[in-house]
């Protein structure tokens, strides 16, 4: 049962455009999270998000942004990509907090960038 | 900063046969949590099971458990009675006690392929 959604599934476009991708989550979590999964499958935090704080993978280049309207929704800008932008990125939500099956991270079927 | 590698590239298993993945871990933390999620040739990120660095017992799900050797900082995830479906790549993540914001720190993976 799919409970963090995200759009688009797939994007082509062309270096130094921008773009975004949309996530949304109905778990009622409070802490949601973009994760990038390069091609050789390895997932990195990007960004971690509720409404207390973001905290920002200090690798993430400058042009990617988290945007937020309420902790049900945590957008991903990149506003000129590149070539090396292409990978799956990977929504996910959590409560915050330690401890116990509730602050696990449920991840959406993610979202495919291709840059030209 | 924590580190986590698994070894195993890909495994290849009889339907009903039980098989076994490896993972290690880094971490300065003295309190963590550790979380296996397989990825479906979909795409779609799958949790399957977690462990809590100060539970002795080892988790159990259905029929995914761990083999968790805390002075060996491993924790290995069985499936038994394995199934066509099982065939995924799966992942070991970790994050440290009082890290939720942080994101989880992931391994490579390990394709699982099971045949009939």
């Known amino acids: 049962e799919t409970a963090v959604f995200q759009t688009p599934n797939y994007h082509v476009t062309q270096v130094g455009n921008e773009v975004s991708f949309n996530c949304k989550q109905t778990?009622?979590?409070?802490?949601m999270y973009w994760y990038k999964q390069d091609s050789k499958k390895l997932l990195k935090i990007m960004f971690s998000?509720?409404?207390?704080?973001?905290?920002v993978n200090e690798t993430v280049p400058r042009r990617f942004s988290p945007q937020s309207s309420d902790k049900a929704h945590l957008n991903l800008r990149i506003k000129s990509v590149e070539p090396e932008d292409s990978a799956v990125y990977l929504c996910?939500?959590?409560?915050?907090?330690?401890?116990?099956?509730?602050?696990?991270?449920?991840f959406g079927p993610g979202t495919r960038l291709l840059v030209l | 900063a924590q580190k986590v590698t698994q070894t195993q590239t890909s495994i290849s298993v009889m339907e009903k046969t039980t098989v076994t993945m490896d993972c290690v871990y880094e971490?300065?933390?003295?309190?963590?949590?550790l979380f296996w999620y397989k990825q479906t040739a979909s795409g779609e990120i799958v949790f399957l099971i977690r462990?809590?660095?100060?539970?002795?017992e080892n988790a159990t799900v259905g029929h995914y458990s761990l083999n968790f050797q805390k002075p060996k900082s491993s924790i290995g995830l069985i499936i038994t009675a394995t199934q066509i479906e099982d065939s995924a790549v799966y992942f070991c993540?970790?994050?440290?006690?009082?890290?939720?914001?942080?994101?989880?720190?992931f391994g490579l993976g390990t394709r699982v392929s099971v045949f009939p």
């Open positions: 996910a939500s959590s409560y915050s907090g330690t401890g116990g099956a509730q602050d696990t991270q449920y």
């Open positions: 778990l009622g979590h409070d802490t």
């Open positions: 998000y509720n409404n207390k704080q973001l905290i």
């Open positions: 971490t300065q933390d003295s309190s963590y949590f």
């Open positions: 462990q809590d660095s100060y539970k002795k």
């Open positions: 993540a970790m994050r440290g006690f009082n890290n939720y914001a942080q994101g989880l720190t």
